[in-house]
């Protein structure tokens, strides 16, 4: 086997394995075997599962000795969110209002990707019920950052990252409702992609906010996240080839860079310079409505989220991490009406930005104006964290609130990622778009 398979993303994987160079079962075992000795596993995976990993790999080392592989991820390994439903193992998404909850199937993104031929290594921690962008979770664990252990992961797909930044993992299937896929991804140097609300199935998956629920990967490369998106659609990748940044049109958002941080700053600063050099037309403006969208977050995330667990919460409340529990009660008090009135006036915003943004081929943000804060310091100081996390996740957030598909990319400065904001369902054109920037930033 080639000895540099645990640096490799799915794709390169996908095709060493097509080649002859690698076999999936020894892939398989490598993997379980890192796994086993890591310092830090037991911080990320909250389930290893060994037992499936080597019957799927089997099989798919069996295809391609017969030369009847399923498609290029065929017996690449993949880890798993501990939201989404794998049959016989425990899933409770991080909280142990969840514990002892063994689904009898597995998630339909997952039952997809078991048929292209993937294997799954087991389930990784998350922030409690996949409510925050920091990845801290005392319940259960906080997984490292890959930059400093002692620096939280970001969250709320905080293992998804860590498996695959640590090298536990060729990539990680996470879920995204406010940046829960871009935040990890950027603070850890991954790409990652946020898929448009509707576009990828949630049967099966642990909800937080199910209008806002999506899922997304999170991997070593753009190209890595539109094999993954198509195999856990059924489809057919977006084309990357012949991709350009020559004549393309992006919109910076200056109301959203102001107050960015020192190094987050410095590597949108770096990505936007490579980007021109490479063709690029950048303008710098706003979009009306987004500070009026924004103001609309609690009533919108915080009530749906408190009504989707509130008996739960409120039958053994003492289970909870307080702050996360803080965070669902604040959506006790909205009323029905109010909600009802927030989500049509937010659709009446989206459509105020679709017509103010159409003609750009994408809106550019840094995913994230900070860099991952220390973890001690946050389970110490109250006000830092409740600053720290909604800080976090103020520009992700734009994506979800004006239901787009979205990508992260690494600026080049650690723990720093550009975001592209791209047209509800156009993944594919984002796609290719993210690849030329990637390019540029190579």
């Known amino acids: 086997m080639r000895d540099d398979w645990q640096t490799l993303g799915v794709v390169d994987l996908g095709r060493a394995i097509g080649a002859g160079e690698i076999d999936p079962v020894e892939l398989t075992e490598a993997y379980l075997e890192a796994i086993a000795g890591h310092e830090y596993a037991g911080r990320i995976y909250s389930v290893v599962t060994p037992d499936r990993a080597r019957a799927e790999a089997a099989a798919a080392s069996e295809r391609a000795r017969l030369g009847v592989r399923r498609g290029l991820l065929d017996g690449v390994p993949l880890s798993w969110k501990d939201l989404f439903d794998s049959a016989g193992d425990e899933t409770k998404s991080g909280s142990d209002l969840l514990a002892g909850r063994v689904p009898d199937a597995d998630c339909e993104v997952l039952a997809n990707a078991t048929r292209a031929g993937m294997v799954c290594l087991g389930k990784t921690h998350m922030s409690e019920l996949a409510f925050s962008g920091l990845g801290i979770n005392p319940v259960t664990e906080t997984p490292p950052n890959i930059h400093d252990p002692e620096l939280v992961p970001g969250g709320s797909s905080s293992g998804a990252a860590a498996s695959t930044a640590w090298g536990l993992a060729p990539a990680g299937i996470g879920s995204d409702t406010g940046g829960s896929v871009r935040i990890p991804s950027a603070f850890n140097d991954l790409v990652g992609l946020k898929t448009t609300s509707g576009r990828l199935s949630l049967a099966g998956v642990v909800p937080l906010c199910a209008r806002f629920d999506t899922v997304g990967p999170l991997a070593k490369s753009v190209e890595d996240c539109a094999l993954l998106l198509?195999?856990?659609?059924?489809?057919?990748?977006?084309?990357?080839?012949?991709?350009?940044?020559?004549?393309?049109?992006?919109?910076?958002?200056?109301?959203?860079?102001?107050?960015?941080?020192?190094?987050?700053?410095?590597?949108?600063?770096?990505?936007?310079?490579?980007?021109?050099?490479?063709?690029?037309?950048?303008?710098?403006?706003?979009?009306?409505?987004?500070?009026?969208?924004?103001?609309?977050?609690?009533?919108?995330?915080?009530?749906?989220?408190?009504?989707?667990?509130?008996?739960?919460?409120?039958?053994?409340?003492?289970?909870?991490?307080?702050?996360?529990?803080?965070?669902?009660?604040?959506?006790?008090?909205?009323?029905?009406?109010?909600?009802?009135?927030?989500?049509?006036?937010?659709?009446?915003?989206?459509?105020?930005?679709?017509?103010?943004?159409?003609?750009?081929?994408?809106?550019?943000?840094?995913?994230?104006?900070?860099?991952?804060?220390?973890?001690?310091?946050?389970?110490?100081?109250?006000?830092?964290?409740?600053?720290?996390?909604?800080?976090?996740?103020?520009?992700?957030?734009?994506?979800?609130?004006?239901?787009?598909?979205?990508?992260?990319?690494?600026?080049?400065?650690?723990?720093?990622?550009?975001?592209?904001?791209?047209?509800?369902?156009?993944?594919?054109?984002?796609?290719?778009?993210?690849?030329?920037?990637?390019?540029?930033?190579?």
């Open 230 to 442: 198509a195999v856990m659609e059924g489809s057919k990748p977006a084309d990357l080839e012949g991709v350009s940044l020559k004549g393309r049109r992006f919109l910076v958002l200056d109301t959203y860079t102001d107050d960015v941080r020192e190094e987050p700053a410095a590597g949108f600063a770096h990505a936007i310079d490579r980007m021109t050099q490479a063709g690029a037309q950048i303008t710098r403006g706003t979009v009306d409505g987004i500070e009026a969208a924004m103001d609309l977050s609690p009533i919108l995330f915080t009530s749906e989220a408190y009504g989707t667990w509130k008996h739960a919460i409120e039958a053994t409340p003492e289970k909870m991490f307080p702050r996360i529990l803080d965070r669902f009660r604040s959506g006790a008090g909205f009323a029905a009406a109010d909600y009802v009135s927030a989500w049509q006036f937010l659709d009446h915003l989206r459509g105020e930005w679709a017509a103010q943004v159409a003609g750009y081929d994408a809106v550019l943000l840094p995913t994230a104006p900070n860099l991952p804060p220390h973890a001690g310091r946050l389970m110490e100081d109250d006000d830092y964290y409740v600053t720290e996390n909604l800080l976090t996740l103020r520009n992700t957030r734009v994506g979800n609130l004006m239901g787009l598909s979205a990508l992260t990319i690494p600026t080049g400065v650690p723990g720093t990622g550009i975001m592209l904001l791209g047209q509800p369902f156009g993944e594919e054109a984002l796609l290719r778009i993210g690849k030329a920037v990637e390019t540029a930033l190579a």
